[in-house]
């Protein structure tokens, strides 16, 4: 098969189903074509002007017989196809919820990229091979698109909207990371690399890797800065909703209709939090756009996140 | 023979014909004939087509080396956006509706003109203030958003002349309007005595869909492309996610035209076809209910597939599978015209003229095309080939190896109505041929990059593709030479060529049964149609030489 294409190795799992569903389709189109070039050959041949064939005409019942028939066997061909197209699409589409979770930040015009032990990495992602990897991205000014063809995978990155892209590579080895948006001047040189590694010289490279301070604790040092604890501590003066245990919870708004607290949702209560009031609250939560970079956003989204890991069942 | 009643008499105290009935330069550019009106429409598509084409020629010059040799990054992207909209608002979407529609829809339905004459012309001004307001902005430093003006880059990221590009496309579309409201009415109100809907030539059909999704969707283009103006230069927060304006939006905006205006790039095409293929396979077309069922259904199901342009956008996984199962079904009536096509050739008594070449052309390649369409609606392939070369390929097989193949083959085929003269058949299809060669060369190999992961708008690029990359521009050589080559022994023909006489295909078209070229006024008595169209042969018996 990858004789065919010769320099895209198949480096995640999707990548593998990918392939068979094109090379499926690829198979049906070839076919397809030779039985319409091959027909317009043979009747061009045949029926050339002036030619001895036989011409006489054919009973219109027989032309409606024929009409619905390709008609029917053209739309079960289509179905099937979709079918396996979206079985496909909704397997390797599923979270996993062991997997290593890695912060993405996208800007014009490189890719910034951070472990959950703090780890940060310029456009290059080390991971471990066989483990499932969740990317969590955001953009700090237009659109981009994470792009990996080994991997036959790719996302928008957004900014505005937290999007995420889940992977298990199954291949050691460099893979080329692209970005696939068109995001202005350099978007053909925003280009990184995913370094997959044997799980041993993933950890000796977490090791070597200058860590910093981990997501969590510069989260929490974030929230203490900017004051969120003044409102949102227990002991507050101000009423304000108790975070711990809000994220993956149904929130109430204040509409009448509930939302899930996903890092979307809280992105969105820290950057506008007019947008969704949480049902009982005052709405005097100031907006902190501006006053926090993406990256920062992340660690006191790591930070509240951690909160519902701890202890779940406080609200 | 045709269905009108002819009187021959009458037509040579017709007056003179179109063509000679004035010389000033005002008799032209104040002209209200269809007919003149048509040729100032060919005129500035073509100039259009030469500005794109010039942009494209750079790009693939450029490409053939990884690291690019002429150009800077900011040179490069505003290459490809200016391609992309020149050709898709200047060229494509106008191309047949405003030329050979505008010539033929009043010659097929046995009237004198459109029904807005004058609107007729002045959609023609709009389309020339657009371009020049887009020539400006290009003169003035260009512009580099792609075609696309994807947000927030757009508003807030793109430097130059962005707002006067947007106010080009945004008046040419009001263009694009007044020509679809002038095609629907005519097609409903000035029809021949006799010529009932299921009379109608395909063509007709065809210009009536595509009217249809032109008076649609383009206002939704128009007032999105106004929000993006007003936000780049009012500061106006719409698509602006720092203050709750929301960038996917502008894509369901953008696409909600985008994708039914592939439909206005490709509907008219079809309906060239199929006059072509009938004419020199002297039959009647396979299924004319089904094929005008088909032409509809495309129109009406083509609108609500937009969202497969946006399947790694953020969209949830949900409308993902909604859209990927209508634009399978959108697929259905595509794949049923391919195969009437194919019939309508079954026992006939078939020629190969020029037009005829580029007709067959067009099937093949847009089978090619619909196929691909496939792989791109199943999700897991898009994911991986969506922004990558192959779409690129998939929608220049659709759009250049499907219209631009139909619209040479129409202008050929109605040239001799045109311009009352014949053009070296040999000539033309030599260029028919190297036509379809040279598409093959310069877009089959751009799918195969794209499945190996070369992204779309890279000025640069891995050396890996190199020899991909190579092929393609070698093949942009190739059909650079077979666009050129009509505009030699076509102008050759105004001079030379033989004269036509009102109908040298023995076609049974009504607009074959006036001279050519048609005088002022078309028909000099109003036809009358007693059946229906292509009547090579009469029902129930074999196809005759
Ligand atoms: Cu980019
Ligand atoms: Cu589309």
Redesign the interface.
Known sequence: MNDF?P??TVGSQ?AS??DH??YA?LG??VA??LL??G??LV??IR????SK??????PPIL?RE??IG??LA??FL??S??G???S???S??TVPTNGLEIHVVAK?WMWKLQHPGGQREINALHVPVNKPVRLIMNSE???H?F?V??F?????V????T?QLVFTPIKVGTF?L????????????MTGKIVVMTPEDYSRWLDTSPASEDLVAQGRDIFTRLGCAGCHDARAAVRAPDLKGVFGQPVPLADGTVVQADETYLRDSI??PR?QIVAGFDPVMPSF??RLSDAELETVIAYLKSLADTDGDTR | MSDATLDIEGLHDAGPDYLRAGHSVLSWLGAIDHKRIAILYAASTTFFFFVGGMAATMIRAELVAPQGHFFTNDTYNKLFTLHGIVMVWFFLVPVIPTTLGNFLLPLMLGARDLAFPRLNLFSWYLNIAGGALTIAAILFGGVATGWTFYEPFTSFYANGYVTLALMGVFVVGFSTIATALNFIVTIHTLRAPGLTWMRLPLFVWSLYATSLIMILATPVLAITLLLVAAERVFDVAVFDPTRGGDPILFQHLFWFYSHPAVYIMILPGMGVVTEIITCFARRRVFGYATMVMALLAIAVIGFFVWGHHMFVSGQSSYSNLIFSFLSFMVAVPSAIKVFNWTATLYRGQITFEASMLYALGFVGLFTMGGLTGLFLASVPIDVHVTDTYFVVAHFHYIMVGGMVSAFFGGLHFWWPKITGRLYSENWARTAAMLMFLGFNLTFFPQYIMGYLGMPRRYHTYPPEFQVYHVMSSLGAVVLAVAYLLPLFYLTASLFRGRIAGANPWDSTGLEWTTTSPPPEHNFHTTPRITRGPYGYHPPGEAARV
């Open positions: 294409l320099t895209e999707a189903a990918t569903l094109f389709l049906i189109s397809v074509v319409v070039s027909l317009i009747f061009s029926y050339r002007r002036g064939a036989d011409r006489s005409e054919l032309q024929v009409e390709w008609t053209t739309l289509f179905l196809i979709f396996w197209a979206v496909e699409n909704f390797f589409g014009q000014d237009v659109i698109s792009y063809p080994s036959r995978l790719k996302q928008d957004v900014p505005g909207l999007t080329r692209l970005c696939a948006e068109y995001c202005g001047t350099d978007h053909s040189a950057l506008q947008k756009a501006g």
